[in-house]
């Protein structure tokens, strides 16, 4: 099930590569240039750089040397009563500590697709494809157990519903109509029952069998995404994502929240700050739980998830 998922999102995301081509045949005028400035293109990149240095510090401490990469690319369509919003997210991060090999500390890939036809001013019919996975493997600090991989987990959401959007600042997406997939490649995760997939099969003894874990869980209810961006202040952006997804077959009124909050500070053309802070909940999701901070794992249970990360850098805007 999960390899004719994987193609079927190749297959969009082929069809939407191609959809310029498409729209700009249909709408196909005297000039080239109107016909290309139905489309715009653009996006960010930005590298933020952290370095500590002690040399006989006698409060103690470690040196360390850290990297974040973050690239946001856009392709947006408008063309009468055609719109085609495209986002790709890409994050990645290490840091290095003093006697340490380099560990990763930020992993983020996530692809957006969105078609809305005029309903009237500001409202649209939309179809939405969210893809959301990690580029490299994690493992624990000992690295002796991974926790997570690309497609490993993987959450795919397909909606259909209707878009608000009353200026270029706010959108606000609704669908009745929403498939959550998760996708768990690695069986070795898939068996621990990792990421809310069922957990392998057990024999007589209690003990899993190898292999038996499912890599692939599907869930059927509503969504809602709320997307925000405006300068607030001058050279101060505040941009807001937050998806709630309710599961129609199973706890309905446990809400999956992902919301992402980023304000970014521009200095001058190329220097800027930047503050995200990035919360999940998934009741899916079992996190290892220490009561009594021994070190040893209690229980396990769905908890607040929270990121938080602050960087000073260049940026570079793609136009």
């Not at 249909?26 to 002690?54: K, M, P, R």
Request: charged share 20%; no cysteine.
């Amino acid at each position: 099930m999960h390899k004719t998922l994987l193609l079927s999102i190749v297959s969009l995301f082929i069809f939407f590569s191609f959809s310029k081509t498409a729209f700009a045949q249909e709408t196909l005028t005297d000039s080239a240039a109107t016909a290309q400035q139905d489309w715009d293109f653009g996006g960010t990149g930005t590298i933020n750089f952290s370095q500590v240095s002690l040399t006989n510090w006698a409060a103690g401490g470690q040196s360390s040397v850290s990297v974040l990469g973050i690239t946001n690319l856009f392709g947006n369509y408008k063309k009468g009563k055609n719109t085609w919003n495209n986002t790709l997210d890409v994050t990645y991060g290490t840091v290095k500590l003093e006697n340490q090999r380099v560990r990763k500390s930020d992993d983020k890939l996530e692809l957006n697709l969105k078609y809305g036809r005029a309903a009237s001013t500001d409202w649209f019919y939309t179809v939405q494809l969210n893809f959301r996975s990690q580029l490299t493997p994690t493992y624990t600090n000992s690295r002796d157990t991974l926790l997570s991989n690309f497609l490993s987990p993987a959450f795919v959401l397909a909606s259909l519903g209707m878009d608000y959007k009353p200026n270029d600042k706010l959108s606000i997406f609704i669908s009745p109509i929403t498939g959550k997939f998760t996708i768990v490649k690695d069986q070795e995760l898939a068996d621990q029952g990792a990421f809310g997939v069922e957990r392998a099969a057990t024999d007589v003894l209690g003990n899993p069998i190898v292999g038996t874990g499912e890599n692939f869980r599907k869930e059927f209810g509503g969504f809602v995404n709320v997307r925000y961006k405006n300068e607030i202040l001058q050279n101060v952006i505040f941009q807001s994502k937050i998806d709630l997804f309710s599961n129609y077959l199973h706890n309905p009124t446990n809400l999956d929240i992902n919301w992402e909050n980023l304000l970014d500070f521009k200095v001058n053309s190329f220097l800027s700050a930047s503050l995200f802070v990035h919360m999940v909940y998934d009741d899916d999701i079992l996190i290892n739980i220490d009561d009594n901070d021994d070190g040893v794992t209690d229980a396990r249970g769905p908890r607040v998830q929270l990121k938080q990360s602050l960087g000073i850098g260049l940026t570079y805007k793609f136009d």
